[in-house]
Every structure is written in structure tokens, then in C-alpha cells.
DNA sequence: GATCCAAACCAATCCAATATTGGTTGAACA
DNA sequence: TGTTCAACCAATATTGGATTGGTTTGGATC
């Protein structure tokens, strides 16, 4: 017999389970019930039952899911819609490459579009990462910085899926613990980074923002993969 | 007294605080201690405590939540909870803008990284768009060509990204009509610029697909802003 | 009488333990 | 063989209790 043939056993039970969905009372989410309890009400194995199911599926009449249950129609399209769920599937050095290939371009548009105030801002964010007394100081405003150049590019769309990227990256990089020195160094790489950044987008030079940028996150990736104990920027 | 002013106890108590959050270590997500136990460590009234930290959050220095806790910093904001406020303040132009910035570089990884079963699936995709009867058809398959592309880059929080601008280009253009002829002409600007992508990542050939991408989504973006009643690609 | 404080209460949130649920395996059995 | 049943597994849901910021109250203090 081939794989794909049923037992005559097996076509009953689709039947049966056919006329079951077709009169059966479901709950407002298509949710029917769970397979042990079913498979009794049904009067058959739960062996056969999911034979029956499976086939139900292949046609797409039901979908299915572990912990969940299974539902009457088509699965839901799986568009990561969910942060968290993102962030169990990926890791520190996918998002470091994410953000080697978005930031680069938005800084790129930031230099056409960035306003005089905004600009300012960046050089206020830019001088308080200097003064940090702590590596947190430094963080929130190393944040802010690339935020001011996000928001320089004055356009939401772009500005929400940054938000999302650095929630993501909070989200994954938690739980990493900091070693550390109590402060950034002096002549940590980032001061002059973020400088030729900012120079960059305010000498209106697209293509050296977006190389900057490019530099300074490539030499984070680095600190990032070398020593994970330090923050990498 | 005004409103606004402090007495002078509270004013020392927001000196101790500052004092206290310059010297304290805190834990990783700068989360600082329940009220209950900072108000007794710092010697003073839970009440007098959330006098000063409502300065303190006033200021912007730290923020407050429920059942969360009290946390230095900016109060972080949670994007894809609200992509329907977000959907609000932008439009169709700005969301055209973010993927032409984004998409380009997006084919760029993926002429690095896919795979050939990707690349045939790019290619059925594309053959599919030909044979479509209607544009609903064509934009089903277009999405999907555009979407494995994103999954060819191999990056997840990249594809999670694509994902949302996706997700907010549907609700933006909501409610728009689609008045329209009956199907894509067999001569649409689309088909030889898909083309032109899927060759160019086929042949490793980076530069030449974040080119031929930047290429397609500006024939889309003139289409968009000329004839709003017509779908773009 | 006006403040201030401690305690109690509230609702949002977190957290850990527990229960469900689809999926899988293996032994018993026909 | 092929079927059934029970046990197990991992993902998910659910539940109850503990935390935590926010609010109210009654009494103490000056």
C-alpha cells in the first residue's frame, strides 16, 4: 500500500470527524478539543484520530500546534509579530549584522535631512558619552546618539523599525552579564567614531555617513564577538 | 506655596537621591530598589522617597511602572505594540522611502548568503506573477518574491524587520481602492526588474542587486505617486 | 489646623509551579 | 505487520502567590 492511501478505517474516521466539525459547537477562536478528550467522544483511538486529523490538515481544514491545540481554518501567517518570539530565534551576532546593514543607511539619509537642532543634539550626545562616569551613563547616551541620527532621517517608518531592532537587541543581549571596568576609557574607539559620524552628516556628505556609521559599528561587532564581558560600544 | 515648589526636605531628600543613583551599582537593566526598601536604606518616608523620584522622573531621569518597578533612564518605548499608532502618523510616500532604503540593502546580503533552493524559489515566484489572472494573484506572489529575498539574507531579526514595514505598508494602505484594470499587461515594468534582481543574486553579484532592487522599488515608488488607483509593482 | 507618616489597600506585573496539549516512542498484542 | 495503549517530551497555557508603583486612611506630631 502507499504511503499516501488510507485504511478503510482511517477514511471512516475523516468522515466521522468531518460531520463532527460540521455540527459540533466550537468556541469563537475555531479551537476543538483536545485530542484525548476527542478521540473518546469520537469513540476511536487516539492513534486513529490523529491519522484522521493529519489528513485534515494536509487539506488545510484544520491547523495545529503543540501546547496550543487545533483549530478549525488556516494557520495564522507567522510575521514575527511578536518581539519576544523574535528574540528566541536569533542571537547577539545576527543582530549586530542587522544593524551593520540598516544604521549605515539611515545615516546615509540623515546627512540629506537632518535639521540644525538635531544636529546639536548629536554633539550634546556626543560630548555626554565622553563625560560618563559609568558604563550605563555611557550607554543611554551612546543610545541617544544613534536614536538622534534615526529620528534625523525624518521618516517614522524607519525611525519605528530602528526602535524595534534596539528592542530587540536589548531583548537578546539580556541576561549577558558586565564584567568591566568602571568606565569607558578615554580614547575608547567610539569618541572618534562618533565624531566622523556626526561630521558626516553635518557636512551633508551622504556616502561618508553611511561609511562611518559602517566603521564604527564593524569595530563594535568586533569588541562584541572578541570580548563578550565588554559593552561594544 | 506653589504647587511646584519643594519644601526644603524634599529638596535634600532629591540631593541624597541624585547622590545615591550616582554612586549605586546597579543591576544590568538599571533597575533601582522598591520603594519600600529604598525609603528605609535612605532613612527617609516611602512618601517623602516618591516626592523626590517624581522630580527625578519629571526630569527625565528615571521611570516608573506598576508591578515593573522604578528604572534609570528614558522609558523605553514598545514598537510593535502600537504599529497601528504608528500606521497614523506616517503615509504611503514615507513607508515607499524606508524600503527603498531598506530593501536594496537587504538583496545586497542576500547575494552573499542564498541558498539555490531560495533562488528557485525567487524564480517560481517570478514565473508565477506572469501567470497571474488577477492583481491580487500578482501581489500574493510579488510579496513572496520580496520575502524570500528577506529570508535569503539569512538574518532573522533582518527578516523580522521586513516583516513589520510589511505589516504597516498593509495598514497604511488600507482603505485605499484598488480601481484597476483586470490584470497586470503582460508587459509590466515589474517583470523585467524582478528580473533583473533574482539574476544579479544568482550571480553573487551584490552590488549589481542592491542596484537593480533600488532600480524596481523607484519605478514603484513613481507608479504610487502618480496613480494612486493602480498597485505599484 | 496643617503636615507628615505608617500601614493598609489596589491594580498591574512578575514569577514559579503546575496543568494542558500536540508530537513521539516503545512495548504489548493481535 | 499493523494497531493500540501508555508513558514520555517539549511547547504552551494557566494559575496562585509574591512584588511593586500608586492611592487612600487614620492617627500622630507640631
Redo the contacts with the bound molecule.
Keep these: 500500500?502507499s504511503i499516501l492511501s488510507e485504511?478503510s478505517?482511517?477514511r471512516g474516521t475523516v468522515t466521522q470527524l468531518r460531520a463532527y466539525l460540521a455540527q459540533a459547537e466550537l468556541p469563537d477562536d475555531g479551537r476543538?478539543?483536545?485530542?484525548?478528550?476527542l478521540s473518546e467522544a469520537l469513540g476511536?483511538?487516539?492513534?486513529?484520530l490523529?491519522k484522521a486529523?493529519?489528513t485534515l490538515?494536509a487539506e488545510g481544514q484544520i491547523w495545529?500546534?503543540?501546547?496550543?491545540?487545533?483549530f478549525v481554518g488556516s494557520r495564522p501567517i507567522d510575521t514575527f509579530a511578536d518581539l519576544t518570539a523574535l528574540a528566541r530565534r536569533t542571537n547577539p551576532a545576527e543582530v549586530m549584522r542587522a544593524r551593520l546593514i540598516m544604521e549605515p543607511e539611515i545615516a546615509r539619509a540623515a546627512a540629506l535631512t537632518a535639521t540644525p537642532m538635531q544636529i546639536a543634539e548629536m554633539r550634546a550626545c556626543q560630548a555626554r558619552t565622553r563625560e560618563a562616569a559609568t558604563w550605563r551613563q555611557y550607554e543611554n547616551w551612546d543610545h541617544r546618539l544613534h536614536r538622534t541620527i534615526a529620528e534625523a532621517a525624518q521618516n517614522i517608518p524607519l525611525l519605528g523599525l530602528f526602535d524595534t531592532l534596539n528592542a530587540l537587541r536589548r531583548a537578546v543581549t539580556w541576561g549577558r552579564l558586565r564584567s568591566n571596568p568602571v568606565k569607558p576609557s578615554p580614547d575608547h574607539h567610539s569618541f572618534a567614531e562618533h565624531q566622523a559620524i556626526v561630521d558626516a552628516i553635518e557636512n551633508r556628505d551622504m556616502n561618508g555617513a553611511a561609511a562611518a556609521m559602517r566603521t564604527h559599528l564593524r569595530t563594535v561587532e568586533r569588541n562584541l564577538l572578541d570580548r563578550q564581558t565588554l559593552p561594544g560600544e
Excluded at 476543538?32 to 478528550?37: A, M, N, S, W, Y
Excluded at 476511536?44 to 486513529?48: L, P
Excluded at 495545529?64 to 487545533?70: A, E, L, N
Design positions: 500500500m485504511t478505517s482511517d476543538l478539543p483536545p485530542e484525548r478528550d476511536v483511538s487516539r492513534t486513529e490523529r486529523l493529519g490538515e495545529r500546534h503543540v501546547g496550543k491545540g487545533t
